[in-house]
């Protein structure tokens, strides 16, 4: 028994098996299970099949649809700001002028926020994005002339004070990702280009941008998921899963609501059933569209 | 023997961190342009970094500074850019210190939960990853492609089967479900990979020689010449548990089990009392991993950009 559980053959399974038992036990039955309830009416622990009854519900359920605008607008606008804003930084970062030390300030200033829990974040941004008019955004919006703003009872507001938690959060780690990139592009590309008289800007966009791109195709790659995903900046922000006509409700957050709040575990399956194929689609598409299978097959 | 590797530097060099780049000895001012542009260059560079970091840490020096202030006055007006001087004081401390309640045991409970879960992911994940990283086996790619999956899945997608699976399994409510479906943690499995597919095989092989068995090898050969690799991951899962809140919030229920951000959150109710103790709280919660980044930056790093590090 000894030799056999010690044998070169059996050992490479017996050290991924912890990975196996855990993908079966936490993954693969929970998400299979999860698509059966969402076939189910589940009350008190008793499930009837009911078909696509949940799916025809959620079809016809405006709240799910004004959660699923709220996570698609939060997603391309996280991507829109997320990835030009830290790929400028990381150039102007990783140019050879200026001080290492005045460098150094700025990356760790940068990536600090990311270290905080969205708990403190989100309070900390609640108090920032506060009401009254001596809170610090609304002295910022006086300095330009603007009313104190009721950012949170407002739906653009309210999405400028989720954008700038995020921006906040996740620009140093991008430019991290950016500037790691940017270490592997050769240099002559840079001196060839000089010679041929590019200026910087000209420099940035025809050979960083394109010597970047799987760099880019990650980050946006997870930007997608991590959008689509997004409900706990939400939660804090708003102090709880309720805000003002819904307008930060997330997909998550509806299923959090659905699920936990009010145990209709079928119909909040099914929310996440359709919110899992809608991630997946769109992620299987900008890859194929990105031609990053291609390159793996090659 | 085995010290004299090459690997025991700080980890193979396809993995070199954005710190390195900051050890490179920078060019000579030279090349297109006259000299002065480059100064003015300079300071204009540096001018805007200075300026969007500072931006940056307006918010932690918010907080800090709300320390110091009533708290109930901070959750009434919100944190401002007029501070009032004559109003700062350490009576917020004191009650920190003195009349906190459950403030230190939500802070003892998160710490031990995190250093707990971070062994033993390292642990656990290394073990996998080793699987991964030295062998060949049948279906290999294809768990490895799991692995994959499993790590741009985000949790959130997970996160209600799950719960009505550990409910069903009556595990709600313990420590236990918060660590055990994490252990093999797809990330960290990634990047101990990476790290050991750059370590030469005939380090295995002469172990083998010596009759150290297959697991033998792992504990005694690589784990030990694996630091680096275990720094960068243990600062990762230790600031992915140290803040971990939506998993914990969906199984706590009990009080007393109760983590330091689960705490915080209790405290963000319209109906608090107690919102001096949010204020300082949420700045102490962020005090250890504020120290071990100003001490291991570079680790922090490498392990929050581990994703990236793409094969």
Redesign the interface.
């Known amino acids: 028994m000894k030799e056999i559980l010690y044998s070169k053959r059996l050992a490479p399974y017996i050290f991924i098996l912890p990975f196996l038992v855990t993908l079966a036990v936490f993954w693969v039955v929970p998400l299979g299970r999860s698509f059966v309830m969402s076939t189910q009416e589940v009350l008190y622990g008793q499930a009837t099949f009911i078909g696509a009854d949940n799916y025809e519900r959620l079809l016809r359920d405006q709240i799910f649809w004004q959660a699923m605008f709220n996570s698609l607008r939060y997603m391309v606008l996280t991507i829109v700001l997320l990835v030009p804003i830290p790929l400028v930084l990381a150039a102007v970062v990783s140019s050879k002028i200026g001080s290492p030390r005045v460098k150094a300030f700025f990356k760790a200033s940068l990536f600090v926020p990311a270290l905080t829990s969205v708990v403190v974040a989100g309070i900390v941004f609640r108090l920032i994005f506060a009401e009254s008019d001596s809170a610090m955004m609304n002295q910022i919006a006086e300095f330009f002339g603007l009313g104190p703003v009721r950012w949170l009872r407002a739906d653009i507001s309210g999405l400028v004070a989720l954008l700038s938690l995020a921006l906040w959060r996740w620009t140093g780690v991008n430019m991290m990702y950016f500037i790691a990139g940017m270490q592997s592009i050769p240099t002559e590309y840079y001196e060839a280009a000089s010679m041929d008289g590019a200026g910087r800007v000209r420099q940035f966009l025809h050979i960083t941008v394109p010597n970047l791109k799987p760099t880019i195709v990650y980050v946006v790659t997870i930007s997608i998921y991590g959008g689509l995903a997004m409900f706990l900046e939400s939660f804090m922000l708003y102090a709880g899963n309720n805000s003002p006509n819904n307008q930060g409700l997330t997909v998550v957050g509806y299923l959090y609501r659905k699920g936990i709040e009010e145990n209709d575990l079928g119909f909040a399956s099914a929310v996440g059933v359709v919110l899992l194929t809608i991630v997946m689609a769109i992620n299987l598409t900008y890859l194929v569209a990105t031609g990053t299978f291609k390159k793996e097959e090659s | 023997m085995v010290a004299q590797q090459p690997v025991t530097q700080d980890g193979p060099p396809q993995q070199?961190?954005?710190a390195?780049?900051?050890r490179r000895p920078?060019?000579a001012?030279s090349?297109?342009g006259p000299r002065f542009s480059?100064t003015a260059?300079?300071w204009i560079?540096?001018g805007?970094?200075?300026v969007?970091?500072?931006i940056?840490?307006?918010?932690?020096v918010?907080?800090f500074v709300?320390t110091f202030q009533d708290g109930n006055d901070?959750?009434?007006?919100?944190?401002?850019?007029?501070v009032d001087l004559g109003g700062l004081s350490l009576v917020n401390y004191a009650m920190l210190f003195t009349d906190s309640g459950p403030y230190f045991r939500w802070f003892g409970n998160s710490l031990v939960l995190t250093v707990v879960q971070v062994v033993l992911t390292l642990l656990?994940s290394s073990?996998?990853a080793?699987?991964?990283a030295?062998?060949?086996?049948r279906g290999?790619s294809l768990?490895f492609v799991?692995?994959l999956l499993?790590m741009?899945?985000?949790?959130?997608?997970?996160?209600?089967?799950?719960?009505?699976?550990v409910n069903d399994m009556g595990l709600a409510d313990t420590y236990t479900v918060i660590v055990?479906?994490f252990?093999?943690q797809a990330v960290t499995?990634f990047f101990f990979r990476q790290y050991f597919l750059g370590i030469p095989k005939d380090l295995l092989e002469a172990g083998r020689v010596d009759g150290v068995?297959?697991?033998g090898i792992?504990f005694r050969i690589v784990l030990p010449i694996s630091k680096p690799a275990m720094a960068a991951m243990a600062i990762l899962n230790g600031?992915i548990c140290?803040?971990n809140?939506?998993w914990p919030l969906?199984v706590l229920r009990s009080p007393e089990k109760f983590t330091l951000?689960i705490g915080?959150?209790t405290l963000?109710?319209?109906y608090g009392n107690n919102y001096e103790l949010?204020?300082i709280g949420?700045?102490f919660?962020?005090i250890p991993?504020?120290v071990l980044?100003l001490a291991f930056?570079r680790y922090?790093?490498e392990g929050?950009?581990a994703?990236?590090v793409?094969g």
């Open positions: 070199a961190g954005p390195e780049g900051d920078r060019r001012v090349g297109d480059h260059g300079a560079q540096t805007f970094l200075v969007i970091a500072v940056a840490l307006v918010p932690l918010a907080i709300g901070v959750i009434r007006r919100g944190m401002s850019f007029d656990v073990f996998v080793y699987g991964f030295m062998y060949d086996f290999k768990w799991m692995v499993v741009t899945v985000p949790f959130e997608m997970l996160m209600l089967p799950l719960y009505v699976q055990l479906p252990l093999a499995i068995t297959e697991y792992f600031m140290w803040n809140f939506l969906l951000p915080l959150n963000l109710t319209p949010l204020i949420a700045f919660s962020l991993i504020l980044f930056q922090f790093i929050m950009t994703g990236a793409k």
